[in-house]
């Protein structure tokens, strides 16, 4: 069973100076973050794009035994799954939003031995995921909209979806962490983390603060 009092801290790389990535991967890690967070854009699912499997690859060639946190903000996820897989993720999280077979691919992402996490953004309903909770290893609650870093936490429209999943996990004996992206800081961490989520991704408030290691620590602790 998956310990979901264990705090984790997942830096992402889309706040990073990618002209000196490896510094940037190693910093995160040294300053004690537990996964690398990578957020893949396509510019149709989200109004942005950032990067794809080379990219995924490359992290992976930089840092050998980091957890990489895969998050595909991506149209056709069955489409690039098999790529994100062979390029090194260790958990690979897909949206419920777009229209594409999303049992087939949950196959396909667990038959190749990584984690796997599904994602709803903030105007989704927890009913859209439900149906998939019994097969996940975490459950990402989007708490800004997708697409761009440095957005405002969305307490009101997320928070109940948290507290509702965590309910749905307790009373059905099931085995998902709870993750939110989007806004995170050590005041919206501590806010997270009361209503049951236990992994925070944040890439502004660590890649870009003062002290990462003091700004991770913040996180896990808050």
Partial sequence: MANFNQRIIAPSLLAANWKN???ECNRAID??????????MDGHFVENISFGPSFVKHVREIAPNAFLDTHLMIERPDNYVESFIESG????TIHVEP??????????????????GLA???????????P???????????????????????D???????????????????????????????TTAKIAAKNGANIM??????????????AIDELRNA
Avoid: C
Avoid at 99 to 113: L, P, R
Avoid at 163 to 185: C, M, P, S, W, Y
Avoid at 201 to 214: K, Q, W
């Fill in 156 to 186: 009101e429209e997320t928070m109940p979806k948290v507290r509702e999943a965590a309910k749905i996990r307790k009373e059905n004996n099931l085995n998902f962490h709870i993750q939110v992206d989007g806004g995170i800081t050590a």
């Fill in 120 to 130: 709803i953004n903030p105007e989704t309903s927890i009913e859209a995921a439900q």
């Fill in 31 to 40: 300053s004690g973050g537990d996964w690398l967070h990578l957020d893949v």
């Fill in 201 to 214: 991704v944040a890439g502004t408030n660590t890649f870009r603060a003062t002290d990462m290691r003091l």
């Fill in 89 to 92: 993720s260790s958990n690979i």
């Fill in 132 to 154: 998939f909770l019994s097969q996940i290893d975490i459950l990402l609650v989007m708490t800004v909209v997708p697409g761009f870093g440095g957005q405002k936490f969305m």
């Fill in 99 to 116: 229209k594409y077979d999303i049992s087939t691919t949950i196959q396909k992402i667990k038959e190749s031995g990584i984690s796997l």
């Fill in 21 to 23: 990535l490896s510094d």
